[in-house]
């Protein structure tokens, strides 16, 4: 079983900041590799898509952000804890969303898998 479990979503006023946290563990077997780690956001009607991710590649992390976020968010993550953040600044109305943490992870003993976090609502408004 694995859980993506994400923190700090709320209220924050346009031009504000926020962070996001996403942790993943697994019970059972451990997690043996983290291949992808992002973050992804739904707004009311639209699909979901996605904010930041990193890749872990051979030469190292590749991230990626969509362009709407580009200079405004960063993405790092803390691999001994498979832990992830998005740090949101100059917060804009369009950034309301449901934020979802999402991995591409391999377990021992289990093969590779996509899973997704629960979501947290990101609320930008005075």
């Known amino acids: 079983q694995v859980q993506l479990v994400e923190s700090g979503g709320g209220l924050v006023q346009p031009g504000g900041s926020m962070r996001l946290s996403c942790a993943a563990s697994?019970?059972?077997?451990?997690?043996?590799?983290?291949?992808?780690m992002g973050w992804y956001r739904q707004a009311p009607g639209k699909e979901r898509e996605l904010v930041a991710a990193?890749?872990?590649?051979?030469?190292?992390?590749?991230?990626n952000y969509a362009d709407s976020v580009k200079g405004r968010f960063t993405i790092s993550r803390d691999n001994a804890k498979n832990t992830i953040y998005l740090q949101m600044k100059n917060m804009k109305p369009e950034d309301k969303a449901v934020y979802y943490c999402?991995?591409?992870?391999?377990?021992?003993?289990?093969?590779?898998?996509?899973?997704w976090g629960q979501g947290t609502q990101v609320t930008v408004s005075s």
């Open positions: 990193i890749t872990d590649t051979s030469r190292g992390d590749n991230i």
């Open positions: 999402n991995a591409d992870l391999k377990r021992f003993g289990v093969p590779r898998n996509e899973y």
């Open positions: 697994a019970s059972g077997t451990s997690i043996t590799r983290v291949y992808v």
